[in-house]
């Protein structure tokens, strides 16, 4: 196990083109769950693959434990990589599979044998060792990409979406295997992925990027209630916080989470926002309320009401933000178009 640490780290690909990441400074403790979340070409991969020694940063320094491996090739980083795209041998078994980086490295066959099954029992692949992977589920095979990470015994463990390519049913289980893992093993984990429900459930801390530049590091929660500018909090929630502009409950951008909204009957006196119902989004537990509050440029904000809302599309309600949950971005400023929660 060890800790990695990020000294001012920048990639730049091309001359005279912004960077991909810029001045990364970040400390991963030793055994922690860290992820990387963002959107597409905010710079999460490359600051992974630069870990890995896949890419080679234009500054800065990158060090595992006490060692400056910044330059180092792959293979001297003591680390194991899992990918999106599992990455298996397709003539190989699901045992020579799992065993391959390790004869490459000459183990003792008793050692190899160890490892696998103690791996295999613990991903629940234990009946499919001598299967090929076009014989597994999408699932199954991405077990035998975590297997053969894991009997590597690394000090770090990276994964690069490795679930993107799963449907809904299974990402939440593989979701739950990799937190067991790492609650097993107690190994140092760094987590790429575009996706902030995963990044929520997931990650013991969360580094939110954008345009290569790290927004806020923080544990889920307090990322959730106390996001630190308005794009981690219009990125960060499903839906995400809805983001008043200026003037509409304050004098600079107010955000509100969707739950922190109440509605009332338009007529209903007090203060509050007037808006006009657009659709609904009935989930069961819960209805995504979405609507366009009133004024010269339509602003729409999303509620989040417990059950079945009797509300039509076109109804005239009163929206009443919870002023005591809200957080506010002073100086900040934001359109009414991109105020909008992104869905």
Not at 3 to 30: C, H, M, P, W
Not at 52 to 60: C, H, V
Not at 66 to 89: G, S
Not at 248 to 265: F, K, T, Y
Request: proline share 8%; with cysteine.
């Amino acid at each position: 196990m060890a800790a990695v640490t990020f000294t001012e780290v920048s990639k730049v690909y091309q001359r005279g083109e912004s960077a991909a990441v810029a001045g990364f400074n970040l400390a991963i403790r030793d055994g922690e769950f860290l992820v990387l979340v963002g959107p597409s070409g905010c710079g999460k991969s490359t600051t992974l693959r630069m870990v890995a020694g896949l890419e080679t940063p234009t500054s800065g320094t990158i060090r595992i434990g006490e060692k400056d491996v910044t330059n180092l090739p792959p293979k001297d980083r003591d680390i194991a990589m899992v990918f999106q795209n599992y990455a298996l041998y397709p003539h190989m078994t699901v045992r020579e599979n799992m065993e391959f980086a390790l004869k490459l490295r000459k183990f003792p066959k008793a050692e190899i044998a160890r490892r696998v099954e103690s791996a295999a029992e613990a991903l629940g692949l234990t009946p499919y060792l001598k299967r090929l992977p076009k014989a597994l589920s999408g699932g199954q095979r991405q077990r035998v990409a975590l297997g053969r990470a894991i009997v590597r015994e690394p000090a770090v463990f990276l994964f690069d979406e490795p679930l993107s390519n799963l449907d809904a049913k299974m990402r939440v289980e593989m979701r739950a295997e990799i937190i067991r893992l790492h609650h097993r093993l107690g190994a140092t984990m760094i987590y790429v992925t575009h996706d902030q429900t995963e990044a929520m459930t997931m990650g013991e801390r969360i580094v939110v990027m954008d345009k290569g530049r790290i927004q806020q590091v923080a544990p889920p929660l307090e990322i959730y209630e106390h996001p630190a500018n308005p794009f981690v909090a219009g990125f960060i929630g499903t839906p995400p916080m809805n983001l008043f502009p200026a003037g509409m409950l304050g004098p600079g951008v107010v955000g509100v989470r969707p739950e922190h909204v109440r509605i009332a009957q338009d007529e209903t006196p007090g203060a509050g926002l007037r808006a006009t119902v657009d659709f609904l989004e009935p989930l069961g537990s819960e209805t995504l309320v979405h609507a366009v509050v009133d004024g010269a440029a339509a602003f729409r904000a999303i509620v989040r009401v417990p059950g079945f809302s009797p509300l039509k599309p076109g109804a005239r309600v009163m929206l009443q933000p919870d002023l005591t949950r809200a957080v506010e971005f002073p100086g900040e400023t934001v359109s009414a178009e991109g105020a909008r929660a992104v869905e």
